[in-house]
């Protein structure tokens, strides 16, 4: 069965300085890696995700992912973090052409002016 | 103006009462998805429809129904039977069910009186 995990509860960066936050999966097959994003009492938005091709993908509001097949890593990155950034986000994982989303724990990004 | 939609915002259970949180879309998405969230666990899923008048049960089904009668509308009812229902509902759509991106509705906030 296919697994997240996504091993820091809460990522604290300054404002201007990149950020990164990490993904790691398990999988049988071919993953489909996906990071969502989720403000206060709102649902998740989409921000980008990795099928297959180039391993780093870019995504919404400047953020990209890069994808690695050795370490089965997803990690989520941002050349420069801006105050709107803090939110909680999630890495989620397909195996192949299963139906099932399996999400991460989350990770809480605080960016400090 | 598409999307999808969650009804209520709110809801309060009482002991021993079944209620019933709205999803709708206007996406012409086959596929429809309900997740609960609950905090520090991320997102686990409920119920998912491939398609219409079918579904199947998630990793957490105990307690909670579902109908899939009409394309844009997958209702899920949280019943008697689930003792633990204070939680954060997500309800989701994708083109079809696999590698496609899954899309989020707004949420219910469920409470138990």
């Known amino acids: 069965a296919q697994s997240v995990a996504q091993p820091e509860d809460q990522v604290n960066v300054a404002e201007g300085n990149p950020l990164t936050v990490k993904c790691t999966y398990s999988v049988s097959g071919n993953p489909y890696l996906f990071w969502y994003v989720q403000y206060p009492n709102r649902g998740l938005q989409f921000l980008l995700k990795?099928?297959?091709?180039?391993?780093l993908v870019k995504g919404s509001y400047g953020f990209e992912a890069e994808f690695n097949k050795s370490q089965t890593s997803f990690h989520l990155k941002k050349p420069s973090a801006l105050v709107s950034d803090s939110a909680l986000y999630f890495c989620?994982?397909?195996?192949?052409?299963?139906?099932?989303?399996?999400f991460g724990a989350g990770t809480i990004l605080r960016v400090k002016s | 103006d598409g999307g999808i939609t969650q009804s209520p915002k709110y809801l309060f259970r009482k002991e021993g009462q079944n209620v019933t949180l709205s999803c709708e879309q206007n996406?012409?998405?086959?596929?429809m998805y309900w997740y609960r969230q609950d905090p520090g666990q991320g997102l686990r899923l409920i119920y998912y429809s491939q398609i219409v008048n079918d579904f199947q049960k998630g990793d957490i089904a105990e307690g909670y129904s579902v109908s899939r009668e009409k394309k844009e509308s997958f209702p899920l009812t949280v019943t008697s039977a689930q003792k633990n229902p204070t939680a954060f509902y997500l309800c989701a759509s994708s083109i079809q069910a696999g590698k496609e991106t899954q899309y989020f509705g707004p949420g219910t906030r469920l409470l138990v009186l």
């Open positions: 996406l012409n998405h086959d596929a």
């Open positions: 990795y099928i297959t091709g180039d391993n």
């Open positions: 989620a994982v397909r195996e192949g052409d299963g139906n099932k989303l399996v």
